[in-house]
């Protein structure tokens, strides 16, 4: 399979802008600004790019929205802000393929009628801020950026905003009350940033990897993206894949790939030969699968078929002495610890989540406690501002719904986890 994304990433210079134009870099824009800006819409559209921040949303769908919106100027921002745990794909790009994701804004930029581009980076990525602002830095020596790039009367300018670490603001609202200088917390919806966005005008966010795709569909066609991945999710995916597999790493592999293949013929299999318990398919916010679900597709519509999503595609893999109490206590911690506050069911659920668990893991479990955890994540469900309580219930009721047994063992023994990790700690 030809990597879109990854291409050239084993090449010491890969993030330099001359290591990146040796290998064809750059070749899309100049081939952009032949067409005109709907043209390239309806190019995304026919490729059938779906967004890869989680939601999978049609790009050229959200796009034509903001480009229909006569109200200017519109701005074009990159979440670059992946933090949630096993999540780090975009990492990969940030650092070693910049120049691609650069490309690829000035051309989405072009299609939207925007000048002006951000991209709003994870806190606890400094290399990665550095290495973005020198090849920023490149295009515009390169006239890639700025006003009149290669020489005509398009423009773009684009800039880096460093977020200061809290998983909420990878919600598109959270990160637009950021960048605009307040506290990340999301907004009433809608009005939707596509109308109302930065500074309440047109917006378009997307994804690190999103944005990545669009120079090779201008350059190849969306005939030819379209026939790679499955049919209803065309292209590539990276997934993260971590825990207890033997080498754990970024994989760029076609979508729809099986869960089983990419742990078992790319991630080498299970650590020390043990058996697979369970799988968490897109970051801890998407729900659980167990061993019997692993021949799952792996795009964003197969996987709602066995029960789960594929959320960022970071891949977690957990083996037979993994404890699911344990897992599911320090996921609720996660939460806890990231809701912002804003709404009531987010805020008192995932902390009365986080208590309760905590409770059942150290031995002091009640007969009721399940109930309580179901009723809980029941009450959360739907009713919270934003996907972070939506992610913390869903997370919750599949840990019980596939492991309940282990839960009611940790509570009928009135003691802490008996798998071989909770010993060793």
């Excluded at 010491?12 to 750059?26: F, L």
């Excluded at 890869?52 to 050229?60: D, L, S, V, W």
């Excluded at 378009?204 to 944005?211: A, M, R």
């Excluded at 061993?291 to 970071?314: H, R, T, W």
Aim: glycine share 12%; proline share 5%; hydrophobic share 35%.
């Amino acid at each position: 399979m030809e990597k879109i994304l990854l291409k050239n990433t084993e090449n010491a210079d890969s993030a330099d802008i001359d290591g990146y134009i040796k290998t064809g870099g750059y070749k899309g824009i100049p081939k952009a600004f032949k067409l005109k800006p709907s043209d390239i819409i309806e190019e995304i559209k026919k490729s059938g790019l779906r967004g890869r921040g989680g939601a999978g949303f049609p790009t050229g769908m959200k796009w034509s929205i903001a480009a229909a919106d006569s109200k200017f100027p519109k701005y074009l921002v990159c979440n670059a802000d992946e933090g949630e745990p096993g999540t780090f794909k975009d990492r990969h790009i940030l650092e070693k393929n910049p120049h691609l994701l650069i490309e690829g804004m000035v051309i989405s930029g072009f299609a939207l009628g925007s000048e002006y581009g951000y991209i709003y980076l994870r806190g606890e990525y400094p290399h990665a801020k550095d290495i973005l602002e020198k090849a920023i830095r490149q295009a515009y020596e390169k006239k890639f950026l700025g006003k009149g790039i290669l020489g005509g009367k398009i423009k773009f300018h684009l800039a880096v905003y460093q977020g200061a670490g809290a998983y909420i603001c990878g919600e598109e609202t959270a990160l637009i009350e950021s960048l605009e200088g307040r506290r990340g917390h999301p907004r009433l919806k809608p009005p939707f940033p596509v109308n109302a966005g930065a500074w309440k005008m047109p917006t378009i966010v997307n994804n690190v990897e999103t944005l990545s795709n669009v120079p090779y569909i201008i350059d190849a066609g969306a005939g030819a993206y379209s026939k790679i991945g499955s049919k209803d999710c065309p292209g590539t995916k990276l997934f993260s894949v971590s825990g207890c597999v033997e080498k754990p790493g970024v994989y760029e592999l076609p979508m729809g790939i099986s869960l089983r293949e990419i742990i078992y013929t790319h991630a080498g299999g299970i650590r020390g030969g043990k058996k697979i318990k369970a799988v968490i398919p897109g970051g801890i916010s998407t729900p659980v699968l167990p061993v019997d679900k692993i021949d799952c597709p792996m795009d964003f519509i197969s996987i709602q078929k066995y029960g789960s999503m594929l959320g960022s595609g970071a891949v977690i893999v957990m083996d037979e002495s993994v404890c699911m109490v344990k897992v599911a206590h320090r996921s609720m911690k996660f939460f806890e610890h990231e809701s912002c506050g804003k709404c009531i069911p987010c805020r008192e659920g995932t902390s009365w989540l986080e208590k309760i668990l905590q409770r059942i893991e150290h031995g002091k479990g009640r007969e009721d406690d399940l109930g309580l955890l179901s009723g809980i994540a029941e009450t959360m469900l739907g009713k919270t501002f934003c996907q972070l309580g939506d992610g913390a219930a869903c997370a919750m009721q599949s840990m019980l719904k596939h492991f309940r047994g282990e839960f009611e063992e940790h509570i009928k023994r009135k003691s802490k986890c008996q798998s071989s990790n909770a010993k060793k700690e």
